[in-house]
């Protein structure tokens, strides 16, 4: 029967991170590559504890400690509305401080926390998350430490309220894309797969959903930009011997036409026991064909390898090239 062991690295530091140990897996890469349905399909493995929501931990934590600090009054000023409903006008006039941060960081919770929204609340409740995020800016380490060590906590509880002993914690905040180095440094026992589609494709992907979230609107100039951006930076982590081992790049291309295979890698690289049988079952009962709430407009579309030769425009594609065709030649995709 193939299968492979867990691999958890053991600390040998204090007893909080060897209490963090657990085996944790990151889905991350362009936002329409298909990062929801690989999830969806690790996530059916018995021995996985899949959290509820995209995080975006990382943006919403750890994030405004190296980018709110460095704005100059011109940029507050251009984010005025969002500086002013998050942080008050303090910062707005003389700029972000810790405590600033902080404050927006829980302001920031209690602005997500709705149904079907992304975000913190999905790891902790408000009381929880306020405990957690007060305790971590006690501590001594600089201020970004102290942001991986409310992202750590939260993980922590989430894994102690939802999962047992030895399952791996599954995570899906596609942009994480940017971050991989700060996952892998932090959490020693993680694993990363990162999804790769057809640039053309997420453009596709991207403009369908436009028709019902305005923030899939950004048109395929910007689509194509956002994959050329996420397509550089996740070479540059696999270009790490550091990390390289640590990231297992997913075609999503290969994903549809050879699902079995696939499948079994995945497991394989994450430490996931596995047998035929059940690799049939988890691909039959995530099969994108008959997942609700697909197609045009919805979250999940059709799937479609080499959509973008029927629906985008010559114009478009050539917009595609332009912007882009080297990283597409060099994933084969010209």
């Given at each position: 029967?193939?299968?492979?062991?867990?691999?958890?690295?053991?600390?040998?530091?204090?007893?909080?991170k060897a209490?963090?140990a657990?085996?944790?897996?990151f889905?991350v890469g362009c936002?329409r590559?298909?990062?929801s349905?690989?999830t969806s399909?690790?996530?059916g493995?018995?021995?996985?504890?899949?959290?509820p929501?995209?995080?975006?931990?990382y943006r919403?934590?750890y994030?405004p400690f190296?980018?709110?600090?460095?704005?100059t009054?011109?940029q507050?000023l251009k984010?005025w509305?969002g500086?002013?409903r998050?942080y008050?006008?303090?910062?707005?006039?003389?700029g972000?401080?810790a405590?600033?941060i902080w404050?927006?960081?829980?302001?920031?919770?209690d602005?997500?926390n709705?149904p079907?929204?992304h975000?913190?609340h999905g790891?902790a409740?408000?009381?929880?998350?306020k405990?957690?995020l007060?305790a971590?800016?006690?501590?001594?380490?600089?201020?970004?430490?102290?942001?991986?060590?409310?992202?750590?906590?939260l993980?922590?509880h989430f894994y102690?309220?939802?999962g047992?002993?030895?399952?791996?914690l599954?995570e899906?905040t596609?942009?994480?894309?940017?971050?991989?180095?700060?996952?892998?440094?932090?959490f020693?026992e993680?694993?990363?797969?990162?999804?790769?589609?057809d640039?053309?494709?997420?453009?596709?992907s991207?403009?369908a959903?436009?028709?019902?979230?305005?923030?899939?609107r950004i048109?395929?100039?910007?689509?194509?930009?956002q994959?050329?951006?996420?397509?550089?930076?996740?070479?540059?982590h696999?270009?790490?011997?550091?990390?390289?081992d640590?990231?297992l790049?997913?075609?999503?291309e290969?994903?549809?036409t050879?699902?079995?295979?696939?499948?079994?890698?995945i497991?394989?690289?994450t430490?996931?026991r596995?047998?035929?049988?059940?690799?049939?079952h988890i691909?039959?009962?995530?099969?994108?064909?008959?997942?609700?709430?697909?197609?045009?407009?919805?979250?999940?579309?059709q799937?479609?390898?080499?959509?973008?030769?029927n629906?985008?425009?010559?114009?478009?594609?050539?917009l595609?090239?332009?912007?882009?065709g080297?990283?597409l030649?060099?994933l084969?995709?010209?």
């Amino acid at each position: 029967m193939p299968h492979t062991e867990h691999a958890v690295k053991k600390h040998s530091g204090n007893s909080a991170k060897a209490r963090s140990a657990y085996p944790k897996l990151f889905v991350v890469g362009c936002p329409r590559s298909g990062t929801s349905w690989v999830t969806s399909l690790v996530g059916g493995h018995p021995d996985v504890v899949s959290i509820p929501t995209e995080t975006h931990a990382y943006r919403l934590i750890y994030q405004p400690f190296t980018h709110l600090p460095k704005q100059t009054f011109s940029q507050r000023l251009k984010a005025w509305k969002g500086i002013l409903r998050r942080y008050g006008p303090r910062p707005l006039l003389l700029g972000f401080d810790a405590s600033d941060i902080w404050r927006g960081i829980l302001r920031d919770y209690d602005i997500l926390n709705q149904p079907n929204s992304h975000g913190l609340h999905g790891l902790a409740n408000r009381e929880t998350f306020k405990a957690l995020l007060q305790a971590a800016q006690t501590r001594s380490d600089s201020v970004l430490d102290q942001a991986e060590t409310l992202i750590a906590h939260l993980l922590d509880h989430f894994y102690k309220q939802q999962g047992y002993p030895d399952m791996t914690l599954l995570e899906k905040t596609p942009l994480h894309l940017r971050y991989v180095e700060q996952l892998l440094t932090r959490f020693p026992e993680a694993r990363v797969l990162e999804v790769i589609r057809d640039g053309r494709d997420v453009c596709v992907s991207y403009n369908a959903l436009a028709k019902t979230q305005t923030w899939a609107r950004i048109g395929t100039a910007g689509a194509i930009r956002q994959w050329r951006r996420c397509i550089e930076w996740g070479e540059a982590h696999r270009s790490q011997p550091s990390l390289a081992d640590r990231i297992l790049p997913v075609r999503y291309e290969q994903l549809k036409t050879q699902p079995t295979e696939q499948l079994e890698k995945i497991f394989d690289f994450t430490g996931l026991r596995w047998h035929p049988q059940q690799i049939q079952h988890i691909l039959q009962a995530h099969d994108i064909e008959r997942i609700r709430h697909r197609g045009e407009g919805q979250y999940i579309r059709q799937g479609r390898v080499g959509d973008w030769q029927n629906v985008l425009s010559a114009a478009e594609q050539q917009l595609c090239e332009t912007i882009a065709g080297q990283q597409l030649a060099r994933l084969g995709y010209v």
